[in-house]
């Protein structure tokens, strides 16, 4: 049963202030729960509890059953005058130290902590902040109002100290609901201040039973409570409690009309830290989605990387790192830093990292290629711009060939642990336009690591780069660890909790493909080099062992060699690689890409890469600096 809310009989009305006219409450059928949120509620209406109140008759309602009590006064600017000179001022100066001290940052539980510190003991002996759940889960409203079945979450609470006083408070994290028959209820499903000057037995009972059980009683019995709506921009986001201990003052509506300002002030900081989740939120999928969680497994080289957004909150910024594979069991390795922070950076560092996957697929030179991003960000006209390193390592020659957009130099660790910085012509910023980008190849010994970073983790706040630089030359890493270790000693030594700009990190050690696990061979534009094409495939599965692989593999070259001697000009490459799989390309020196056309079982041209579709594992086409090449690849049979 609903039940009322009344002050016990010894208890002093609080001083009435001037009420207006309104029209009359709707008539409640008897024993009737309510069913919608009852009459409309007035902005910044205070509802006391002097006389009885059900919640088909909302408290405030006077002795006599006539309207409900709406202060004209129901801000603290207009309520103001009607003080005495030092209550004015205690209530001014109250409300400038919450400007001063709520909302300092845009983190949602910092605020609402910050909001209930400022006012226990100062003005209550507890407080807590009470928000939608969803809120707080989703960073987004729900569009139906708030009923008795909305749950909310204790996002902070802060009492004055008292043995045993507030053993039974709900902690923080603890998920509730507030029917409308609860003054926190009331106050969230009305959008209104709800004033309890004396919680009785009765209703400390009710309240303890509504929100799970009797443990709650004397947490709320015989003291005075004060429940104001967080509302900002036309929305509740939960509700501010206030208790005060018998040994005080109870609140009266002076206070109530004070600390509801507070309280929308305190709500305007509450959705500002919720809006600012929600970018950080949609930032946070957005740049998750672009970046590769986990690295790829590629023939002759290992790799690792690591990503730490310099806002831990917001866990989004510019950055990015990536590994593609190139024909010849090549990869290419890229670091990148668009300048900036937030939903804007990640938006350009995603249109940034899908230009450079894509022109990385034609496997130009990495000079050309950053060229070529460049161009693309001008007519493109994007305002941002982003430093980037390049590097294309070659596993069977042992070479890698690296370029500079402005970006930091990544540093070559030899096999012995010496570091070397690797000096590359330095280029400018991809989107600044006109400025050439060379390339630098070396030769690279099996066992070197190439460590690739972007400037937040070599940049010292106040110091010079060039120091950051030098440590990561040190004997930081040991090359007998795997690039997994290696990051994980780098962010330990380098990076430090102050440090505001965001890491990427990729570490890559060379490993390279034996020289006897590779087989290259130029044909001649001819057709009589298919049969040869076939008997050298044969041959080298037969020395590799893999004698089980020939039929397979003879009939998928055959077909490609067949249609590489159609459109070549000068030369047509067959290269067989053996590592964890059977890796086969035939590359040719027109550019034109194939592509997979139906075909009929009985015609006699068509039926290449639909044999190559239907019987390899994996395959597929790219273009080169000259050319094309066409691959596909074969597990290796269990041994």
């Not at 303890?208 to 019995?221: H, I, K, R």
Request: charged share 20%; with cysteine; proline share 9%.
């Amino acid at each position: 049963m609903p039940f009322t809310f009344r002050a016990p009989p010894a208890a002093a009305a609080p001083p009435a202030l001037p009420v207006p006219s309104a029209p009359p409450l709707p008539p409640a059928r008897p024993g009737a729960r309510p069913t919608g949120p009852g009459p409309a509620p007035t902005s910044g209406a205070i509802l006391t509890n002097d006389q009885p109140a059900t919640p088909d008759q909302p408290m405030g309602a006077l002795a006599n059953g006539s309207r409900p009590r709406i202060p004209h006064a129901s801000r603290a600017d207009q309520l103001l005058p009607m003080l005495t000179t030092g209550q004015a001022g205690e209530q001014l100066a109250l409300l400038n130290e919450v400007g001063g001290k709520v909302g300092t940052t845009l983190d949602l539980d910092t605020t609402a902590r910050e909001l209930c510190e400022v006012l226990v003991p100062r003005v209550a002996d507890f407080a807590c902040v009470d928000l939608l759940d969803r809120l707080i889960s989703d960073a987004e409203l729900p569009e139906e109002e708030p009923d008795d079945e909305t749950m909310l979450r204790r996002v902070a609470a802060s009492f004055h100290e008292a043995p045993g006083t507030w053993d039974h408070v709900l902690k923080e994290g603890a998920l509730l609901a507030m029917p409308r028959t609860t003054p926190p209820g009331m106050a969230l499903q009305r959008n209104q201040a709800v004033l309890v000057a004396v919680v009785t037995e009765d209703l400390a009972g009710d309240y303890a039973a509504a929100l799970g059980g009797p443990s709650l009683v004397p947490v709320v019995c015989g003291r005075s409570m004060l429940v104001l709506p967080l509302s900002a921009r036309g929305t509740v986001l939960g509700t501010l409690k206030l208790l005060r201990l018998p040994g005080r003052a109870p609140f009266d509506e002076g206070d109530a009309a004070t600390l509801l300002e507070l309280a929308a002030r305190a709500a305007l900081s509450l959705d500002n830290a919720r809006l600012h989740r929600a970018e950080a939120k949609v930032a946070t999928t957005l740049q998750r989605s672009m970046i590769p969680t986990r690295p790829p497994r590629i023939p002759g080289v290992q790799i690792a990387h690591r990503y730490m957004p310099g806002d831990r909150r917001a866990e989004v910024g510019g950055d990015w790192f990536d590994a593609i594979q190139l024909p010849g069991s090549r990869v290419a390795l890229v670091v990148g830093d668009v300048m900036g922070h937030g939903l804007h950076s990640a938006a350009a560092m995603g249109r940034f990292r899908t230009a450079m996957q894509t022109l990385a697929a034609l496997d130009l030179p990495p000079g050309q290629l950053l060229r070529h991003l460049d161009n693309l960000a001008q007519k493109l006209g994007d305002e941002h711009l982003a430093t980037c390193l390049y590097a294309v390592y070659d596993p069977i020659n042992r070479t890698c060939e690296l370029a500079s957009a402005g970006h930091v130099p990544p540093v070559l660790v030899h096999p012995d642990g010496t570091g070397e910085l690797l000096e590359i012509p330095a280029g400018a910023p991809i989107g600044v336009g006109g400025v050439p980008f060379v390339a630098k190849k070396i030769d690279v010994v099996d066992g070197s690591m190439l460590v690739m970073c972007t400037d937040g983790l070599v940049e010292v706040r106040g110091g010079d780069i060039g120091a950051g630089l030098a440590a990561l030359c040190g004997n930081l890493i040991d090359p007998k660890q795997t690039p997994e270790e290696a990051c994980d000693t780098v962010l330990e030594r380098l990076h430090t909790e102050d440090r505001k700009d965001d890491v990427a990190l990729l570490v890559a050690r060379f490993d390279g493909v034996a020289e006897t696990e590779v087989a290259t061979w130029k044909l001649a534009v001819d057709r009589s080099e298919v049969r040869r094409a076939r008997q050298l495939v044969r041959d080298q599965l037969t020395s590799w062992q893999l004698g089980g692989l020939s039929d397979t593999t003879e009939l998928l070259v055959s077909e490609l060699v067949t249609n590489a001697v159609r459109v070549a000009r000068d030369y047509v490459q067959l290269q067989l690689i053996r590592v964890d799989k059977l890796l086969v390309e035939v590359s040719d020196d027109n550019h034109n890409l194939p592509s997979l056309e139906p075909a009929e079982s009985l015609d006699e041209h068509g039926r290449g890469l639909n044999l190559v579709s239907k019987l390899a594992e994996r395959w597929g086409t790219a273009r080169k600096a000259v050319g094309k090449v066409v691959w596909f690849e074969l597990p290796l049979p269990r041994r």
